[in-house]
């Protein structure tokens, strides 16, 4: 089965760290990912150290497993690269997106697991990360992906829904 059918978002993990072999294919599945003009705008923090962790944890009401991850991958935009043509070219957000997602995908097939955690487009979030780790101005932490050894069973689920399926015409849900 592809490990599309099998990733769900963990937020458990045992006391392990991970190795940097596999933070490395990790990393490597992001920079992978599609990208608009093929600009590949981004860059990506690896935090482990725990008090930048729990930090990390404190920023968002919805992060606090950061704190016992083993480690946080963090996709910024560089909007050098990414909002080239000015303010309204924001085709790096779908960029960072699929970047964040490869991610996600390869954690699973490392049998890790991971979470997705929503920073960009939330100010506080964003400034409280940028200003923790002196980021430029240029540099967006667009997603914060908290990782580790799952504490228990990653259950897959069948989401298929054929009403939310439109063959040729709105409304027409048979092929
Ligand atoms: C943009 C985005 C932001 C998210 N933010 C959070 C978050 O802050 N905290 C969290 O625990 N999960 C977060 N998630 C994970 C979702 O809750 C999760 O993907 C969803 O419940 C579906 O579950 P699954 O990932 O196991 O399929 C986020 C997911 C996305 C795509």
Not at 67 to 96: F, K, Y
Not at 155 to 164: I, L, S, V
Request: aromatic share 10%; proline share 9%; glycine share 6%.
């Amino acid at each position: 089965m592809s490990v599309i059918f099998e990733r769900r978002s963990v937020r458990s993990f045992l006391p392990k760290p991970v190795e940097p072999e596999k933070i490395e294919r990790i990393l490597r599945a992001g920079f992978e990912a599609p990208s608009a003009h093929n600009r590949r705008p981004w860059e990506f923090m690896v935090i482990t150290a725990e008090n930048d962790r729990k930090a990390i944890a404190d920023m968002s009401p919805y992060a606090k497993m950061t704190a016992s991850a083993a480690a946080a991958i963090i996709p910024c935009a560089n909007l050098n690269l990414g909002n080239a043509s000015g303010e309204e070219d924001t085709w790096w957000v779908q960029d960072l997106s699929a970047a964040t997602e490869n991610i996600l995908l390869q954690i699973a097939e490392e049998e890790l697991g991971g979470v997705w955690l929503g920073w960009y487009p939330d100010g506080t979030r964003v400034k409280a990360f940028s200003r923790h780790f002196s980021l430029p101005p240029h540099i967006v932490p667009f997603s914060v992906i908290a990782l580790g050894y799952p504490a228990g069973p990653v259950k897959p689920a069948d989401r298929f829904d054929p009403a939310k399926v439109h063959y040729g015409a709105y409304g027409n849900h048979s092929a």
